[in-house]
């Protein structure tokens, strides 16, 4: 009795490992500068979740049960992300805004998604008896309880960068200017940089899969 609940715990541990990861590579899809293709970006990374779930809970992966099921369950946000893709045609201020609107909705819902999933499976539940009318009530719940963790994490990756710009070494050389655009130092912007040197041809999609993965320490 011992044994299997200390397998489940390892499970949920697991489990929410994955949720984590997913969140934070989602929220970096929501920041891509192209609208759609954040949004397709976005669903890639939550179906990639849901097959590493399957595995954890010893469950069969079906791709498109499991894109019937998060394109059933993420209508609403998915039209909210849409807007906020759009958003990132406006120059300047919409692009900003849009970007940050996006991660936290793309992180919440992907908060959503996991923890639907992962109650489901320790519950007896498989993706091929997935209720979606049952759990769409629990996915709008946890929704809720999404963007306050997205939100969170959005303002420690905001503060890990200021706090590496200011810890950024102040030039000595006279006429000598600090880098105002520092590398990336977060999940976020490391992933952000990814989509665009894929998108460029500069490294192939095989390479972008090793290092997201390498990334978010998959």
Same mark, same amino acid.
């Given at each position: 009795?011992?044994?299997?609940? $200390?397998?489940?715990?390892?499970?949920?541990?697991?489990?929410?490992?994955? *949720?984590?990861?997913?969140?934070?590579?989602?929220?970096?899809?929501?920041?891509?500068?192209?609208?759609?293709? $954040?949004?397709?970006?976005?669903?890639?990374?939550?179906?990639?979740?849901?097959?590493?779930?399957?595995?954890?809970?010893?469950?069969?992966?079906?791709?498109?049960?499991?894109?019937?099921?998060?394109?059933?369950?993420?209508?609403?946000?998915?039209?909210?992300?849409?807007?906020?893709?759009?958003?990132?045609?406006?120059?300047?201020?919409?692009?900003?805004?849009?970007?940050?609107?996006?991660?936290?909705?793309?992180?919440?819902?992907?908060?959503?998604?996991?923890?639907?999933?992962?109650?489901?499976?320790?519950?007896?539940?498989?993706?091929? $008896?997935?209720?979606?009318?049952?759990?769409?009530?629990?996915?709008?719940?946890?929704?809720?309880?999404?963007?306050?963790?997205?939100?969170?994490?959005?303002?420690?990756?905001?503060?890990?960068?200021?706090?590496?710009?200011?810890?950024?070494?102040?030039?000595?050389?006279?006429?000598?200017?600090?880098?105002e655009n520092p590398d990336p130092t977060t999940v976020v912007d490391k992933l952000k940089e990814l989509?665009?040197?894929?998108?460029?041809?500069? *490294?192939? $999609?095989?390479?972008?899969?090793?290092?997201?993965?390498?990334?978010?320490?998959?």
């Amino acid at each position: 009795m011992s044994e299997f609940k $200390d397998v489940n715990q390892e499970r949920g541990k697991h489990a929410e490992t994955i *949720i984590r990861n997913h969140i934070l590579f989602s929220m970096g899809a929501g920041v891509i500068p192209l609208p759609v293709v $954040d949004i397709f970006a976005v669903s890639a990374s939550q179906l990639d979740m849901i097959r590493q779930l399957c595995k954890v809970y010893d469950q069969d992966f079906s791709e498109s049960q499991g894109k019937a099921i998060v394109s059933s369950l993420t209508t609403a946000t998915l039209a909210r992300l849409g807007a906020g893709s759009l958003a990132k045609l406006i120059p300047l201020v919409g692009s900003f805004v849009g970007s940050v609107t996006n991660a936290v909705l793309a992180g919440a819902s992907t908060y959503a998604l996991g923890h639907v999933f992962k109650i489901h499976f320790e519950t007896g539940g498989t993706i091929l $008896d997935f209720d979606t009318k049952r759990l769409k009530k629990l996915y709008d719940e946890q929704f809720e309880k999404g963007k306050k963790v997205a939100e969170e994490l959005r303002k420690q990756q905001e503060a890990k960068r200021k706090a590496a710009q200011e810890a950024a070494p102040v030039p000595t050389t006279p006429g000598e200017t600090s880098d105002e655009n520092p590398d990336p130092t977060t999940v976020v912007d490391k992933l952000k940089e990814l989509a665009e040197l894929k998108k460029e041809g500069i *490294i192939s $999609d095989e390479e972008f899969e090793k290092m997201k993965k390498k990334l978010i320490g998959e």
